[in-house]
Nanobody, 122 residues
């Protein structure tokens, strides 16, 4: 069982940056691949980024590649999403997720956080 709590969301102007954090409970965090997804108003949840259990491999949606960076600190049971060059289209609730294998689909992840709101103003 893994419990996930996101933080770091907020309001930022276009072109700005935010760093999201996702703190995980449990002593087996380092076994889990971690992902970030987002859901904008009126849209389906979409994959944003993922990282393998070791941090050795990362994956990104085309829409965020080059602007967002996912990383993890297994000693702190935390995964991060550094978001740069934000634009209004990035406005969404951002969720972190965990499972034993990395994936890009919502169904690839068993454990989900409650989400944190990111709003980018123009």
């Amino acid at each position: 069982q893994v419990q996930l709590v996101e933080s770091g969301g907020g309001l930022v102007q276009a072109g700005g940056s935010l760093r999201l954090s996702c703190a995980a409970s449990g002593r087996t965090f380092s076994r889990y691949a971690m992902g970030w997804s987002r859901q904008a108003p009126g849209k389906e949840r979409e994959f944003v980024a993922a990282v393998t259990w070791s941090g050795g491999s990362t994956y990104y949606a085309d829409s965020v590649k080059g602007r967002f960076t996912i990383s993890r600190d297994n000693a702190k049971n935390t995964v991060y999403l550094q978001m740069n060059s934000l634009n209004p289209e990035d406005t969404a609730v951002y969720y972190c997720a965990a499972d034993l294998t990395v994936g890009r689909r919502e169904t690839d992840y068993k454990y989900w956080g409650q989400g944190t709101q990111v709003t980018v103003s123009s």
